[in-house]
């Protein structure tokens, strides 16, 4: 069976969609973000949605994670794997390395979060208890292995409100609650697309350690990390599409 493929690039990389016309997307749920491009890797054609928008106009809570996730399906992906940047608070990795979390922790609120959303005459309760597909987890850690790219297997994502980054205390709080990593967009993206039956899963791209970890100002472990970042997942997404 052939894959599809979406990405859906967050922050920090809004250059990469690619530069064709993009296509202009309706859904159900209203307009996704910014128009779906067609990026090549290697022979491989890849859906690319900019998830903050082009020129990164929208904060994580008022993205329409319905409509980009349904947007990619529409145009034909049964795949969609998620670039997220975040902060990392256990010492799982070092900020400017990835890593392919393998649990979800939301603490999210006010967002439209689901497609079942009893508007719609239809109600399901979706099996959420491993909320990345485990296959594509996989493939994608096999990418980095082929790379030769440090990426960490496992580990708990965080996903909070925003804009504003936490407070210490918060992150002491979600270390107590098992979190290793702190982003902002990876619920209800990740619910939304097994709602909709496509395989999801996220790299980590760790630009931080989070608030009250590191020894130098969070603004300051961004910008000296997110070019390693980076690279890092750039050369898995190269092997991975070289191998689907
Ligand atoms: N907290 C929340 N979201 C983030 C962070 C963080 O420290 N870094 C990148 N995205």
Not at 14 to 30: F, H, I, R, S
Not at 173 to 184: K, S
Request: with cysteine; net charge negative; proline share 5%.
């Amino acid at each position: 069976m052939t894959t599809s493929f979406g990405l859906i690039i967050g922050s920090g990389w809004e250059n990469l969609p690619g530069n064709d016309p993009g296509a202009e997307v309706g859904t159900a749920y209203g307009k996704p973000s910014a128009p779906v491009h067609r990026l090549q890797f290697g022979k491989t054609h890849v859906l690319t949605l900019a998830r903050h928008g082009e020129g990164h106009s929208l904060p994580p809570h008022v993205i329409n994670y319905r409509a980009n996730v349904v947007a990619l399906k529409k145009l034909g992906a049964d795949a969609v794997i998620g670039l997220n940047t975040v902060g990392v608070i256990t010492g799982l990795r070092e900020p400017g390395q990835i890593a392919i979390p393998d649990q979800l922790l939301d603490y999210t609120w006010g967002r439209e979060h689901t497609i079942y959303d009893g508007r719609r005459g239809k109600v399901a309760h979706i099996d959420f208890t491993e909320p990345f597909s485990d296959g594509l987890r996989r493939e994608l850690l096999a990418a980095a292995g082929k790379a030769g790219v440090d990426c960490c297997d496992g580990g708990v994502y965080a996903t909070t409100q925003g804009p504003r980054l936490e407070t210490a205390a918060e992150v002491d709080r979600l270390e107590r609650d098992g979190a290793d990593y702190i982003g902002m967009t990876a619920m209800p993206e990740a619910a939304i697309a097994r709602e909709v039956g496509v395989h999801y899963a996220c790299i980590a791209m760790i630009v931080n350690r989070a608030a009250g970890r590191g020894d130098v100002p969070i603004h300051d472990d961004v910008e000296s990390s997110t070019l390693a970042a980076r690279n890092a997942t750039m050369s898995l997404l190269e092997a991975f599409f070289e191998a689907v």
